[in-house]
């Protein structure tokens, strides 16, 4: 499919149009030329000044506002491979990558070029450039990239004359075009910024707006009933969806990676101007005659004098009442077997877990419908080994910051 540049012709004052490939035969087309005389020349960032410099930088330019194209990185795939070989996941978080649009240069002969340089930042997440070269018939020109000693050639008037072609680079890296010694070399540039890969956008996606979703008004309505969540009331919503929560990476990736319905209830709790958590809830009963949970610590209605920092679940425990489990944090958890739980009998596995509260979970939907995930695995030996197992099911919890 050719590439079509559309800009506002100066002198016409009307749209214009090229389309490329150029042909070999072609290179005195007008509408090439048309393009030659309406853009400006391309000047430099020098000590935070536009600088222009034939000695530094002898080419042309169109500003990204005063041209479109039908060109997209996107559909080309470049964005993929730029995505997957510059910004590997960290952590196993795996990150998005923009392109924005930034310039329309022409290195034309004679000595059209750019000196080495490295390009000025638009802001803190770009990580680097892309170069996208226009077929159009030249010699010479290559990009020439440089990091630490190693240097790449790009020398796209050989490579694939006919084709678009691009690199992709760090912005720390120094780089180059070397004079262009016949016809007009027309590469479009872009700005590659870091962003939250998709999957990784609950609590930072500005896109959504959570209140044109039917499930808002009925939560703010309970929400902002007189009293209600006075006292230390927590919302709960057990996740609809299966995650891996208790295992490796997963547990990383929430609240973020919330899929479908649950990342909508997170993002209307946050609207709501509630702190909002996601919390492994323990998939077991408390017996009522378990000693431990008898103390007076533990009974209800115990004001909690702990700081009010609720994202620090774990200061704050309160009742036994609800008899929720909650882990202060996702975490996976692997043991073997410890003598001490089996004598500490459901406080010793609660405490082996980790930290854990008990609060008084007004459960929105019914907690029993959330997929559970293995919380805890650990060998227990009687008179056979076994492995055992407890569950937890990721939550939704939503209280008064
Ligand atoms: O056109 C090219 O190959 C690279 C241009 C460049 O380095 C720049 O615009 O900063
Ligand atoms: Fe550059």
Redesign the pocket.
């Given at each position: 499919m050719p590439v079509t540049i559309r800009w506002d012709g100066v002198q016409t004052g009307t749209v214009q149009k090229t389309a490329f490939p150029i042909s070999p035969t072609d290179t005195a087309a007008a509408s090439l030329n048309a393009l030659i005389n309406s853009c400006q020349p391309?000047t430099?960032g020098l000590g935070g000044q536009d600088v222009y410099d034939e000695n530094y930088r002898k080419?042309i330019k169109l500003d990204e506002e005063s041209f479109s194209t039908n060109f997209d990185p996107h559909s080309a795939g470049m964005i993929d491979v730029i995505g997957q070989v510059l910004l590997p996941a960290v952590n196993d978080r795996a990150r998005g990558v923009q392109a924005e649009l930034?310039?329309l240069?022409i290195?034309s002969a004679p000595s059209g070029m750019?000196h080495a340089?490295v390009?000025t930042p638009r802001s803190e997440s770009q990580f680097g450039?892309l170069?996208v070269?226009l077929p159009c018939p030249h010699q010479d020109g290559a990009?020439v990239v440089r990091h630490k000693g190693d240097e790449m050639k790009?020398d796209w008037a050989v490579s694939s004359p006919g084709q678009v072609q691009w690199?992709a680079f760090y912005g720390d890296c120094e780089?180059?075009?070397l004079e262009v010694t016949s016809g007009h070399?027309v590469?479009l540039?872009y700005n590659l910024y870091a962003t939250r890969g998709n999957g990784l956008l609950a609590g930072e996606c500005n896109i959504l707006d959570p209140k044109q979703l039917p499930l808002y008004t009925a939560l703010k309505q309970l929400v902002e009933l007189p009293g209600y969540m006075e006292n230390g009331r927590q919302l709960g919503i057990g996740c609809e969806h299966f995650y891996a929560h208790a295992q490796g990476p997963m547990v990383h990736q929430l609240p973020e990676s919330l899929k479908g319905s649950d990342m909508a209830v997170y993002e209307i709790f946050r609207a709501l101007g509630l702190a909002t958590v996601v919390r492994p809830i323990l998939d077991m009963q408390i017996d009522d005659d378990d000693e431990y949970y008898q103390r007076d610590d533990y009974s209800d209605n115990k004001d909690d004098d702990s700081d009010d920092d609720d994202n620090d679940v774990a200061d704050e425990r309160e009742t036994v009442q609800g008899k929720d489990i909650v882990g202060t944090n996702l975490h996976s958890f692997k043991a073997d077997y410890n003598e001490e739980w089996d004598q500490g009998g459901q406080k010793g596995t609660v405490d082996a877990w980790g930290e854990h509260i008990f609060r008084k979970i007004t459960w929105i939907n019914r907690l029993m419908e959330s997929k559970k995930d293995t919380a805890m695995a650990y060998l227990a030996y009687g008179n056979q080994a076994e492995m055992g197992l407890n569950y937890s099911r990721a939550a939704i919890i939503a209280f008064k910051p």
């Open positions: 391309a430099f080419a930034y310039k240069n290195y750019f340089h390009d450039s170069v070269c990009l790009f690199a780089h180059e075009v070399r590469t540039t």
